[in-house]
């Protein structure tokens, strides 16, 4: 069992910058990754980013390649997501997720942060 707390969300203008934190707790590992994924009203989760506890291997989705940067505090069990040049596409609810390597099923979620980018 995994459990997994966001933070950080928000409203904030386009251009602007936001890092959202994700702190997990329980069962946790080198063998985790750890992911964060959003959904729009009316449109299907998508993945964003997502990065190993092991190794520090980072995976960014094309959409936000250049502006978002995953990363984590291992001493704090804490991933976070820095979101920087804002777009109005990019309001959503985000989730953080987390995974074990040995299955491609992300088994936890967190309760989710809206994000709000206004023009």
């Known amino acids: 069992q995994v459990q997994l707390v966001e933070s950080g969300g928000g409203l904030v203008q386009a251009g602007g910058s936001l890092r959202l934190s994700c702190a997990a707790s329980g069962r946790t590992s080198d063998s985790l990754y750890m992911g964060w994924f959003r959904q729009a009203p009316g449109k299907e989760r998508e993945f964003v980013a997502a990065?190993?506890?092991?190794?520090?291997?980072?995976y960014n989705a094309d959409s936000v390649k250049g502006r978002f940067a995953i990363s984590r505090d291992n001493t704090k069990n804490t991933v976070y997501l820095q979101m920087n040049s804002l777009k109005p596409e990019d309001t959503a609810v985000y989730y953080c997720?987390?995974?074990?390597?040995?299955?491609?099923?992300?088994?936890?979620w967190g309760q989710g942060t809206q994000v709000t980018v206004s023009s």
């Open positions: 990065i190993s506890w092991s190794d520090g291997t980072t």
């Open positions: 997720a987390a995974r074990w390597g040995s299955r491609p099923i992300w088994d936890y």
